[in-house]
């Protein structure tokens, strides 16, 4: 057989299996709380490492 060809018979009476008997519990490992953090950088400090970071990626993707 060629490229990309198949055997037709091959595709007949597959078993599909959805998943269903180990499905995931999406609200299994859910976790609720709060989150708090403490820095002596000032809101203009922040911003500007944030820049540079930005410019970093800026300079890596060229």
């Known amino acids: 057989m060629g490229f990309g060809s198949y055997d037709e018979s091959e595709q ?3 078993e599909l299996s959805t998943g ?4 995931v519990t999406v ?3 859910a976790h609720s709380g ?3 953090f ?3 950088a000032s809101t203009d ?3 500007d490492q944030l820049q ?3 410019d970093d ?3 890596e993707e060229e």
């Open 12 to 14: 007949e009476n597959q």
């Open 45 to 47: 400090e922040l911003v």
């Open 27 to 29: 609200e299994e490992n």
């Open 20 to 23: 269903d008997e180990e499905g």
């Open 52 to 54: 540079d970071m930005k």
């Open 34 to 36: 709060d989150v708090a």
């Open 38 to 40: 403490e820095s002596d």
């Open 57 to 59: 990626e800026d300079e």
